[in-house]
């Protein structure tokens, strides 16, 4: 289990299983709908723009190296191309932790993705199962009423038919004298 999830990523897929289980499931969803947004065309067109900056950068960089192994450049054209240079560096330094960062993120947003995926499902079920208890509580509930109505016809009844057995024996009794 550990080679699916690399860099610690099986614990902080642990750590959103038991908030998961923390709060309600709706919360649960409302949460992990919120990371998938993550994974929205335009958060994912962002974070591309921001390489290909990145990669733009690299080039110039790139560039300017060649640019000052050429023996042509001298004097304050390489001390200002060394300036951009060293500029360029620094930002690339600055962004070193991205290039890191995006394999690891993109595949946390796979996870989330499926998992949000699952938590919907899930929740699509536990809404249908809610459903169908409270169809069968109100069916239950027409039963009981009338069941009760029936008790009470039943109980009309039997008194009818002792009155009309009493009534009976009242008028064998009258035509046995």
Avoid: Y
């Amino acid at each position: 289990m550990m080679g699916i999830f690399p860099d610690g990523n099986l614990q902080k897929l642990n750590a959103l299983l038991a908030n998961l289980q923390r709060s309600n499931i709706l919360g649960a969803v409302e949460v992990l709908q919120c990371r998938i947004g993550l994974l929205q065309t335009s958060t994912l067109d962002h974070v591309e723009f921001q390489l290909q900056g990145l990669l733009v950068k690299m080039s110039e960089l790139d560039t300017f190296r060649s640019a000052l192994d050429e023996p042509s450049v001298t004097g304050e054209s390489a001390v200002r191309e060394t300036c951009q240079v060293e500029a360029l560096r620094a930002v690339l330094e600055r962004l070193e932790w991205v290039v890191q960062a995006v394999p690891g993120i993109v595949h946390r947003l796979v996870v989330q993705a499926s998992e949000h995926d699952h938590a919907l499902r899930f929740g699509q079920q536990l809404h249908g199962m809610e459903a169908a208890q409270q169809s069968r509580a109100g069916t239950l509930r027409d039963n009981v009423a009338l069941l009760l109505e029936m008790e009470q016809s039943l109980k009309e009844n039997v008194a009818s038919v002792q009155t009309n057995f009493a009534s009976l024996e009242a008028r064998v009794t009258q035509l046995g004298q």
